[in-house]
């Protein structure tokens, strides 16, 4: 495993930013798009607060609270993206309401199609002024628990590229010296390693995070070049990009792309293994991060790493992962991949060695297309959640014994992320295509279960 | 997506390089995860009785055993048998043909497709029998016949009238009118015409009192296939079907025909299974209501009836607990009683998800034909349980025995075992049933690699007439085999009872007929001609030979033979150490003589020109091996191998952080790889710093790859912040331009102690040396390892360097754990480093590889190798370093004191001795206890010995002669191989090269990184099928023993060539395996 780029490829990240970084940095793609078209004005492409354009990444709040979307802003009719914050308790009444007495609030209806859900518009469940602007093409959110209640979003944006790092005091998110519905400056968007210009740029297409709480890291992956990013974020301090590997995953023999994909973490002894997969090879590599005792950076440190060789090997047609999630026991990687479909459930107990087994156990075939996963135990076991963005499904994945599909649920268009609240017994879908939310009801025993209850969000025509 | 233009060049490079245009492929399945079979074609309906010519013939449904009977092989020119009351009459009342059909089921899509296929004997198909057929021929395309949602298993009723589907999405049975399905969708303007459309009835199941039970089904099966051959179909289905629901712990016996369920099994809270009646309630799964309740979750079902005994039972798997039940059935197929096959479960977490019952069997036979009534071995009924910890659980349920049998028993125990009945089942906890092999999972049957079973089930395949298969071939499969299904689309074969192989190891040729071959419930194995030897047809007698190595293991047949190393050891030396004249001396692989008809000569004992013995010996258990694995044997080499194409025991080269402070200086590795490495006190940690030569690739961000300049160490620069690697340089001199080699002290799974490392003379005698005078000869000896000339030519300076024989409490002690004396480098204040050999630095007088640095000069990420102490390691490309340490309850690593005495990888220059009273091929003594492995004795070593004349270093003539000297040696056993590693220690020469008369002692010449590598060919290779599956979910039994594989995975094609498919079926004949046909 080669640490970091070869020379070539240092020269690479080391070349002035993306067009589109620079256009977006300092507003100055408002100043580009006048140039073009002089049609609007910057009110005209603010983006509304209370609505979802393009609804991506998702995460829950530790306390099941607050629901935190990330909004694409993908046909870029705004000047930027944003991150709205849900408020779970309304959408657990509302639901709980039509569930239970069939009631529906005044601008909610009851779905056509599918008689089981109710449809509701966006705004009465978004707490006002609560939001933040980010760039465009959000792909994902993670939360690192900060303690008291604080919390902060790490969100990586494909369009600059760039990481954001919001922080959330329990009320309102904040990214800006500025008050309002503000943009998030430039110190709480990331695109230089130690912020140093001259050192290296984020790679691009950053896609998944991980964020280790307890830690004070976060860790990007990126879907064309296998490239790795460590975020340092002390829970009292800035977040800073600390590191950045490339060079860990072999090159698709087709499209010559390097791409790394899923990440999730492990505890061993309090501290987190990082796995990290890819799209381009079957393989999984894991990290830690170090330290340094003179309060350097953190870095990465490459630890062993393993092939997912259970599934559609002989028929030389496995790999492309997506997805990654850990059971909360940490005994079971649960994992997305394209070739074939499948989930992949990983035996990542601890041997009598004191390390993780590592091996695959069970499989189950899924749609295809899958993006992204959850796991939750919402009272009978651990499910797996995984969206199905070609179908406009969710799988749902009893992963016991040899695995099995337990339920194929239609949730709307573009179904990207989805993310639990096991206290609330729900799952949360983000439908890219269609602007909506699409909460599950997941209780056992319950007689909407593995159901959509609840759209929030006026689907938008195709 | 790829970009528009890479996909234009891609598509003109394909256009370029074929001209033959491809026709899109129809496809036909979607998903596919169950088949159920029928037969269907003319019939007379006689209800019965005789026949007669006014009998009405119909096209219609019927007993599959009509098909069979048509299917039964008749000798050329005679018409096809047909079933009783089916015969011809006359031209006008001749029923005319019938034909197979298999419903196949699509989960996703919720339908049944349907897959059509001729009466014909086995031995008669060729690919492309099988065809899919057009549900809907008024739809566009390929179409199934829509059952229900998510439906989970498909059985056919027994009378052969219906499919029966259980349907987990909606919580209910469905019912296909197969006359209706065949006649739409073979005949549709018929079926149009008369308004008979495919008749799919949906129907809930209902507990006795009527009441819906709405619970989601895991698996079905239906009760054995009977009924009448000229009988009409009823308007309902027939017969039982049984239908397991997880959550309510409960497999419920099914009258199809009211959808009623009329008895089954329960599980209560604790597990205890009891008959039921059909007074029973579960929750509502499909409504969401209704707790789940504690308790087995049954998930996988098969029912055998056993045509010799009549005996029917019913095996139920839960996905959690290792617990199969079997439900002895009546004649009416409702159980009688039921009994527990208990598997062995010491982690209590164990799981089944696919069982399959055997047919009874007579065990053992070896004649080609099978032999049930007449078996050596006694009868045996095994039920097969596919289970969470990846193997295949095997049972004995003959007469309700219901035993566990122990496939993993080392067949080094088994050698001289001729019992057909024991080897047949070694029960699992029998004080009687030797240990296992090292590594077993546990009792199960275990696949290749990383291979994840699905399905198994089992076939008997009987000898057929102008059976051309060769005897021996893997192919030729006579008797009971099992199929197995895995997730990474292999598929496995096994042998149940090969009745066309030896039952036990032959006395005379004990590589023809290794115990894994002979014994019930192994992997069957894929290479032919096993008992090859070395010989040639000399006036037609095969003679011994010893020039050969065995067929080419890379040749276009392709492997055969037993295992064999490939060619002779080689060996790789550090260069300017030892002279290539003096290789001679190294420890080296055992050679025996071969006695040939072309010449006699040594080989190694690992040749296939060995004698048989000496083979059969070394290579002790056949599944031990791998199919084809490099060995190599590195002293003090790396205990961790992998590399960009293999991942087996962790990076060669790992990377962590270290600490120093006041508790010394700490490798730490958070996710805590030690002790599953194998590390041990006193073994070597090599830090690796950086790679001047690439730049700061090795470092992070930030950070430069710095090298000393007073470094004499090439290529090992240290990661450094950029802005400090100057201003420390002074500072961490020492540790920046010692070698970094480090001892082991305290190893724990998360942190390693590193200890200073003192410079030890390399010809430190294994047995403590004695004086510092001693010292200094054997330094000057090792100075003139590196010589061609014969010693009284070589003027080769003595050794500049001063050492001292002292005990270093930092190195490892003797093999009794006494303190060992060590020629040690010493050096003076004055002279400093200098004093030192290149990469050893100065300190308090001793000469050091590594030294304790300040923590600022390690702050960086560490890459550093963990190596062996004063031991080869042996490490196999796939096996890998295979160690037998664990952690502790502190998180200490510790060997485990229940590991077998052969999971060890170190093999050292000096052991303790051997037990001459221990059996030879296990090492077990009588007590009980085994002799030490690695172990030291004496053993014969044949050589080509240098041929001098008297008095002189000249050669005569011969220059060599052969010859077999008594030779000290240490004797290796693991999993797969015994082997024996010859002088391990050289007395120095006296006069010439090679003449042994140094009396030097025990001296051990091997320098460093000193590697003997050789490829083993021929080790265990599965026998698959040959066909690649996507993600096979579903192995099962069709009519004429034909195999089924239902392949539920996507294969995503990268070929414009080859579809994409969702989706495939596999029919494959028993009695020739090479024949597919492929459904997609």
Partial sequence: MIRRSSPHQATLLGVPRSKAAVLFSSGRFVFAAGLVACTASAEQVRPPEDQFFFPTGAAVAPDDTRLFVANANSELRYDSGAITVVDLAIVDQISLDWTVAKTVPDGCTQDPDHIETLTCDEARFIIPHTGARIGNFATDIAIQDRGAGNLRLIVPTRGDPSVAWVDFDGSKLSCSTSEGFALCDETHRLAYVHNNPDLAVLPDEPFNVFADSANGYAVVTHLTTGAVTLINSPSDGNATIADVTTGIFAADSLTGLRGSTGVAGRQINGSDLIYVGSRSENRIQTFTIGRPVNDADPYFIPSNFFFLDSVGANAGSSGDTRGMAFSSSGDRLYLVNR???????????????????????????????????????????????????????????????????????????????????????????????????????????????????????????? | ?????????????????????????????????????????????????????????????????????????????????????????????????????????????????????????????????????????????????????????????????????????????????????????????????NQEPVRVDRFAVTNMSGQPVRAKAAAMVAEPAAGTIGKACSATPTGLVYVAYPNCHLVAGIDTATGKIVTGVQYDALGVASIVTGDVSCPDECGGGGAIGMGPRPVTLDLEHDPRSDRRALAIGSQNSNIVTIAELGLDNRPLSLSNVVLQDPAGNLGVTDVAISPNIGMGGSAGFINDDSALGGEAQFVYAITTDNTIRVADIFNVLNKECDTQVDPRYLHDVKNVKTLSCMFVGDPATPPRRPGAKGPGIELVGHAVPTSIDIFKVDHFDADTRIPGTPARLIGYFGVIAAANGATYTLNVDNDDFADFVDTANPVSSPIPLDIANQLRDGLPTRGALAEELVDGTEIAICDTDGPDPDGAAGNSAGPRSVGNPTRTLPTG???????????????????????????????????????????????????????????????????????????????????VDAAGMRLVDQSHPYCDAGVEPFDIVQLRGCDPSLGDVDCPLGYTCFVHPNSQVTGLGACMLTGEADRLANACKSFLTSLRRYTVGQTASGTLTLLPRKHVLRTSPVDGCTSDDQCQTLANYALKNASSLNPVDDMTAADSHHYSCAVDDLRAPDIDGLPLKRCIQTCTPENGDADCDPGSVCSNGTCMEGVIPPQACVNAPQRYELRVHDAFSMVGSKTGFTHPIIQDTNGGCVKDPTASPLQVGRLPLHAKPCDPTADPRTGKRMDGTFEPNPCELTVDETENQPNYLAGTCTFGSPATNLVTRPADAIKFKNRGLTLTLVDPTYPGDASCIGDRQGGLGNVPIVPPLFQTSVRITAGFQPFLIGIQPAYPVKVTRGPGESIWVIDEGDFLSTSISTPSTRGKVYRVESQSVGTINLLE
């Fill in chain 2, 577 to 659: 150490v030892i002279a290539p004249e003096k290789v001679g001396a190294l420890p080296s692989i055992r050679q025996v003589k071969c006695l040939g008809h072309d010449e006699n000569r040594a080989v190694s004992e690992l040749s296939f020109a060995a004698p048989i013995d000496v083979r059969d010996s070394v290579f002790p258990d056949l599944r031990g091996l791998r199919n084809d694995e490099s060995w190599t044997m590195t002293w003090e080499g790396s205990v961790s191998t992998d590399s960009s194409s293999s991942a087996v025991d962790g990076p060669a080269v790992r990377e962590s952080q270290l600490f």
């Fill in chain 1, 339 to 462: 070739k074939p479909p499948s989930l992949q459930v990983l035996d990542t107990s601890l041997k009598t060695t004191g390390y993780p087994a590592n091996v695959g156990i069970a499989a189950t075939d899924i749609c295809r297309q899958a993006s992204t996963l959850s796991v939750m135990d919402s009272g009978d076991g651990d499910r797996v959640y995984i969206t199905c963005f070609q179908d406009g499904q969710v799988y749902i994945v009893d992963p016991r014994g040899q695995s099995s599909v337990e339920d194929i649920l239609t949730v709307g268009r573009g179904p990207y992320a989805v993310v639990s609240a096991p206290t609330r017994k729900k799952v949360y879908v983000t439908n890219v295509l269609e602007d909506t939310i699409a909460v599950i009801d997941v209780a056992p025993g319950s007689p909407t279960r593995n159901r959509v209850v609840l759209r929030i969000g006026e689907v938008k025509p195709p």
């Fill in chain 2, 1 to 193: 997506m790829m970009p528009w233009r890479s996909t234009l060049g891609l598509l003109l490079v394909v256009a370029c390089s074929d001209t033959t245009p491809s026709a899109p492929t129809q496809l036909n399945l979607d998903r596919p995860i169950d088949i159920a079979f029928a037969c269907y074609g003319g019939l007379r309906l006689t209800d019965g009785n005789a026949a007669t010519v006014d009998q009405q013939i119909v096209q219609s449904a019927q007993p599959i055993e009509a098909c069979d009977i048509r299917s039964q092989p008749h000798p050329d020119n005679t018409p096809a048998p047909l079933p009783p009351g089916q015969e011809t009459l006359s031209a006008a009342s001749n029923t005319g043909t019938a034909a197979y059909y298999g419903f196949i089921l699509q989960s996703a899509p919720g339908t049944v497709a349907l897959a059509q296929w001729d009466t014909k004997p086995t031995n008669l198909f060729a690919g492309g029998d099988v065809v899919v057929l057009d549900a809907d021929p008024l739809t566009p395309g390929k179409n199934g016949i829509t059952v229900g949602e998510d439906p989970v298993a498909i059985a056919t009723d027994t009378v052969g009238c219906y499919e029966l589907t259980a349907n987990a999405g909606s919580c209910d049975m469905s019912a296909l009118d197969i006359n209706s399905a065949i006649n739409y969708a073979t005949d549709i303007s018929g079926a149009l015409a």
